[in-house]
């Protein structure tokens, strides 16, 4: 009976991780999930820190058997990496285990928060140890770029067509991508498949919550009150999440009543959505990009990639956009109970965001003419697109969340030079060839 009520607890206890991370989950919702007594939680584990350990240990991750993929057979690395991942998602103990050290990594970093900075930590030096250390090249971490961002976009911050298609499919594209760089990577001394790299891998590591990624108004700047507040509100919900954040300290940090932030925002929820718009609000311009190209002319797509590198770079990395991303990815990626309903409404919004820029309609117009795509090339096309949209996000939380080298030290604008390839060989058909080869080898 004692060792039931101990897998019970256990159980239970992974589910609410995998759905809130650390910060998160309750023992008591746990212990009532469970149908036990909150005391035996001490008993059997010591504490909430020991049951999470105890969680996160029992990861079933291969990474000897990524790393030895990526070491000896580099050509066909891409297919077996996904197919190794996609059997680990597809057990729901693994993924919960994943779902949950992900969650707490994209949780807000409280200064007493011990657990958050040893689960990055210790994160970080699982993927020096599978993708290559401080001295590789940046392209080998974009390849686990995508990876994580497909896994954040899949089952953190589910964006469809993404989070629903399915196994067979979404390996069958992500193959296809990830080897794609895996190549790039190889033969960047013979083509210019990862494009020059000016400024090297020298650089300053731009730590989180610094004031180069979350700054304010310029001292001395007029601005008015509802300006300075969404400035401050920005500031907070990308240090705090929507969770941690009070409308009495934005107040207190503006200078004002606290009755002018309903008065000017309605509420905290309205608030946050106006940080969240202006998050979002140069998706357009991508999709304005993919419309206006010449999809025939290859330096019309080429031009096409390079702009649309330079906004998602600029979205992740410069004000206001940064910090409302910032703000974005840790109030999704961590819900609370108490605040689904704003949590269903920010989603719906990042869903928009992503259908309008290169979802729906970036695969709609995408690459040059030359053959006529099959419904299910289609879907695969549009899926494509989507991973192409996770590859930012996993640079983001690698590079300004975890801080792993080298991506810490790339400088911003280099970014645009590791990115823009990846979408150019969408538009020009590169990843529709890919596909087609791929079913010569292995026809259905």
């Given at each position: 009976?004692?060792?039931?009520?101990?897998?019970?607890?256990?159980n239970?206890?992974r589910?609410?991780?995998?759905?809130?991370?650390?910060?998160?989950?309750?023992?008591?919702?746990?212990?009532?999930?469970?149908?036990?007594?909150?005391?035996?939680?001490?008993?059997?584990?010591?504490?909430?820190?020991?049951?999470?350990?105890?969680?996160?240990?029992?990861?079933?991750?291969?990474?000897?058997?990524?790393?030895?993929?990526?070491?000896?057979?580099?050509h066909?690395?891409?297919?077996?990496?996904?197919?190794v991942?996609?059997?680990?998602?597809?057990n729901?103990?693994?993924?919960?285990?994943?779902?949950?050290i992900?969650?707490?990594?994209?949780?807000?970093?409280?200064?007493?928060?011990?657990?958050?900075?040893?689960?990055?930590?210790?994160?970080?030096?699982?993927?020096?140890?599978?993708?290559?250390?401080?001295?590789?090249h940046?392209?080998?971490?974009?390849?686990?770029?995508?990876?994580t961002?497909?896994?954040?976009?899949r089952?953190?911050?589910?964006?469809?067509?993404?989070?629903?298609?399915?196994?067979?499919?979404?390996?069958?594209?992500?193959?296809v991508?990830?080897?794609?760089?895996?190549?790039?990577?190889?033969?960047?001394?013979?083509?210019?498949?990862?494009?020059?790299?000016?400024?090297?891998?020298?650089?300053?590591?731009?730590?989180?919550?610094?004031?180069?990624?979350?700054?304010?108004?310029?001292?001395?700047?007029?601005?008015?009150?509802?300006?300075?507040?969404?400035?401050?509100?920005?500031r907070?919900?990308?240090?705090?999440?929507?969770h941690?954040?009070?409308?009495r300290?934005?107040?207190?940090?503006?200078?004002?009543?606290?009755a002018?932030?309903?008065?000017?925002y309605?509420?905290?929820?309205?608030?946050?959505?106006?940080?969240?718009?202006?998050?979002?609000a140069?998706?357009?311009?991508?999709?304005?990009?993919?419309?206006?190209?010449?999809?025939?002319?290859?330096?019309?797509?080429?031009?096409?990639?390079?702009?649309?590198?330079?906004?998602?770079?600029?979205?992740?990395?410069?004000?206001?956009?940064?910090?409302?991303?910032?703000?974005?990815v840790?109030?999704?990626?961590?819900?609370?109970?108490?605040?689904?309903?704003?949590?269903?409404?920010?989603?719906?919004?990042?869903?928009?965001?992503?259908?309008?820029?290169?979802?729906?309609?970036?695969?709609?117009?995408?690459?040059?003419?030359?053959?006529?795509?099959?419904?299910?090339?289609?879907?695969?096309?549009?899926?494509?697109?989507?991973?192409?949209?996770?590859?930012?996000?996993?640079?983001?939380?690698?590079?300004?969340?975890?801080?792993l080298?080298?991506?810490?030290?790339?400088p911003?604008?280099?970014?645009?030079?590791?990115?823009?390839?990846?979408?150019?060989?969408?538009?020009?058909?590169?990843?529709?060839?890919?596909?087609r080869?791929?079913?010569?080898?292995?026809?259905?």
């Amino acid at each position: 009976m004692n060792g039931e009520a101990r897998t019970r607890i256990f159980n239970e206890a992974r589910a609410a991780f995998a759905a809130s991370g650390y910060d998160g989950a309750s023992l008591r919702t746990i212990t009532k999930a469970a149908g036990v007594d909150v005391a035996l939680v001490a008993y059997y584990f010591g504490n909430k820190e020991g049951l999470f350990r105890e969680v996160v240990a029992s990861s079933c991750v291969r990474g000897g058997q990524i790393r030895a993929a990526l070491e000896e057979a580099r050509h066909g690395a891409g297919a077996e990496v996904v197919g190794v991942l996609g059997e680990l998602l597809g057990n729901e103990r693994c993924r919960q285990v994943l779902e949950a050290i992900f969650r707490t990594v994209l949780s807000p970093d409280h200064d007493e928060d011990a657990m958050h900075r040893q689960v990055v930590e210790q994160l970080r030096a699982e993927y020096g140890n599978v993708i290559g250390g401080p001295d590789s090249h940046p392209g080998n971490h974009i390849f686990g770029a995508l990876l994580t961002g497909t896994f954040v976009m899949r089952h953190l911050i589910p964006v469809e067509p993404l989070a629903s298609v399915d196994v067979d499919t979404l390996t069958r594209v992500l193959g296809v991508q990830a080897q794609e760089i895996l190549n790039a990577v190889d033969d960047r001394g013979e083509h210019a498949g990862w494009g020059e790299l000016p400024g090297g891998v020298s650089g300053v590591v731009v730590e989180p919550g610094s004031d180069v990624n979350i700054g304010g108004p310029t001292p001395g700047e007029d601005v008015t009150t509802k300006v300075r507040i969404l400035d401050a509100a920005r500031r907070s919900f990308a240090r705090l999440g929507y969770h941690g954040t009070a409308l009495r300290d934005l107040a207190d940090e503006v200078g004002c009543n606290v009755a002018l932030i309903p008065y000017h925002y309605g509420s905290k929820r309205g608030l946050f959505e106006a940080v969240v718009g202006q998050g979002l609000a140069r998706t357009h311009e991508i999709r304005a990009l993919m419309d206006e190209r010449d999809v025939q002319s290859a330096e019309s797509n080429a031009d096409a990639a390079r702009g649309t590198a330079r906004i998602i770079v600029d979205m992740f990395t410069k004000d206001p956009s940064a910090t409302a991303l910032r703000a974005i990815v840790l109030s999704a990626a961590s819900p609370r109970d108490e605040h689904r309903g704003m949590h269903d409404d920010l989603m719906r919004m990042v869903q928009a965001a992503y259908d309008d820029a290169i979802g729906q309609g970036g695969a709609a117009n995408s690459e040059a003419a030359g053959h006529e795509r099959s419904a299910e090339e289609q879907q695969e096309l549009q899926l494509a697109y989507l991973l192409f949209g996770a590859l930012p996000v996993g640079v983001f939380v690698l590079r300004d969340i975890m801080l792993l080298e080298p991506l810490a030290r790339v400088p911003v604008d280099d970014f645009v030079h590791l990115i823009a390839p990846r979408l150019e060989w969408l538009l020009s058909g590169g990843f529709t060839a890919a596909m087609r080869r791929t079913r010569e080898i292995t026809p259905s």
